[in-house]
């Protein structure tokens, strides 16, 4: 529902929202909030009318984290709609995300599975698409362009934060598929909802425990495995990049888009690459036996330790759009990756197309069991294949040592979830 006609929105601030509990974490004056604004410490603006229990609006403003995120609410708390806004220039907002959820009766669970739900994601460049589920998780979804013109794409930053104080989307109101207020908004819901974690700005994918899987000896668990040992760090081959310019790609992909030069640039030279080798206790039944496989691949740059990571970006590629969990990488239909000089990508990649596809045994070299490495006359460069965990996009990570200098590129090719150190 939206804000009636003669009410005034009262506008309150927080350090953060518990989204369970429907309550602010850390309340703060405006003075106290304008000064998180100015530092780009993250707050919340509450948006509430009189009569109701449960606030109409709440903004979560990050700019430290390039975000400003909202929900909307009906009378009985549920949340209605989501909006993501990312601080992609410096005045301006692009709008990654909005979600709207819609429930046929009062007593119809928030995020219900069978409750109308639509969501629009658009990413710069004019990209978009928009997903529309009149049954939930219970009917068919319907996929099409997003529709949404450019400009509507971007809204001024002055808009926002404290400097603002309307709530920024509109509401639905009764009749468009909402149910209306009746008066029974939900009583002190403070008090009786179960509180969860903070709401946080998005968080995109991050790597687990990288550098520990080639450290021979290093105990891991995982989600299915109860214990895994780090038995060995085994050396594949030695990559020559004379360019100073990396590919990691499956070069199996032909056509627009094939090869994902990183952008980091590396010195020219030859390094080595290197698989980091788990062993642990298989099962099946009441059989059990040992088992040995390969669960990372790394290029190593330098012999110090990475003590920090972050997604190894392509060109075109912006962290600051990423949502919950999501990454930028290679895609591969056939399970399969490649570390490569970008000099000589198209040569290195058809060579090896030659070799695997077309049974050309001179067009490449295997290395060792599972990998195949092409050579560019030309350029002197050089590919190594391996093969992934299957189909999909797979990230790649850099390591930074102490300093930042880049000591290691890293992809996972084995299924690790939940990836834990004893």
Request: glycine content about 12%; overall charge negative.
């Amino acid at each position: 529902m939206g804000v009636g006609e003669g009410q005034s929105v009262v506008v309150s601030y927080a350090e953060g929202w518990d989204l369970g509990a429907l309550r602010p974490l850390g309340p703060l004056s405006r003075a106290e909030a304008e000064e998180r604004d100015r530092a780009g410490e993250p707050y919340v603006m509450v948006h509430r009318v009189e009569g109701r229990a449960v606030p109409v609006e709440v903004h979560l403003v990050a700019w430290s984290r390039h975000y400003v995120g909202g929900w909307a609410y009906d009378a009985w708390g549920r949340r209605t709609r989501e909006i993501d806004w990312r601080l992609l220039e410096p005045e301006r907002l692009f709008l990654r995300h909005l979600a709207e959820w819609r429930y046929e009766s009062e007593e119809q669970a928030e995020f219900a599975p069978d409750a109308w739900r639509t969501r629009l994601e658009l990413y710069p460049g004019g990209k978009g698409r928009r997903i529309s589920e009149p049954q939930g998780d219970r009917g068919p979804s319907r996929h099409a362009l997003a529709g949404v013109p450019e400009e509507a794409r971007w809204c001024d930053r002055a808009g926002f934060g404290v400097q603002g104080g309307a709530p920024f989307f509109p509401l639905p109101e009764p009749g468009d598929g909402q149910v209306a207020d009746r008066g029974r908004a939900r009583a002190a819901v403070e008090e009786t909802s179960v509180g969860e974690a903070p709401w946080l700005p998005p968080r995109p994918a991050q790597p687990a425990h990288l550098q520990e899987l080639f450290e021979p000896g290093t105990k891991v668990a995982t989600r299915f495995e109860s214990e895994m040992t780090v038995e060995a760090v085994r050396e594949i081959a030695t990559l020559r990049v004379p360019s100073g310019r990396l590919t990691v790609a499956d070069p199996l992909t032909t056509g627009p888009g094939a090869g994902r030069e990183l952008s980091e640039r590396i010195a020219p030279g030859a390094y080595p690459l290197q698989a980091a080798v788990v062993a642990y206790e298989g099962h099946y039944e009441d059989e059990r036996f040992p088992v040995v496989e390969e669960v990372a691949i790394r290029l190593l740059l330098a012999a110090e330790p990475a003590v920090t990571w972050e997604l190894a970006l392509a060109e075109g590629d912006d962290a600051r759009v990423l949502r919950d969990d999501e990454i930028f990488g290679f895609a591969t239909d056939g399970a399969a990756g490649s570390f490569a000089d970008s000099s000589g990508w198209d040569t290195l990649a058809a060579k090896y197309r030659a070799c695997v596809v077309d049974q050309q045994d001179d067009a490449g070299e295997s290395v060792a069991d599972g990998y195949i490495r092409t050579t560019d006359e030309e350029t002197g460069g050089d590919l190594v294949s391996f093969y992934t965990d299957g189909d999909g996009v797979h990230p790649v990570w850099l390591g930074r040592s102490e300093s930042g200098k880049p000591v290691s590129v890293v992809v996972g090719c084995g299924y690790l979830p939940d990836l834990r150190i004893l």
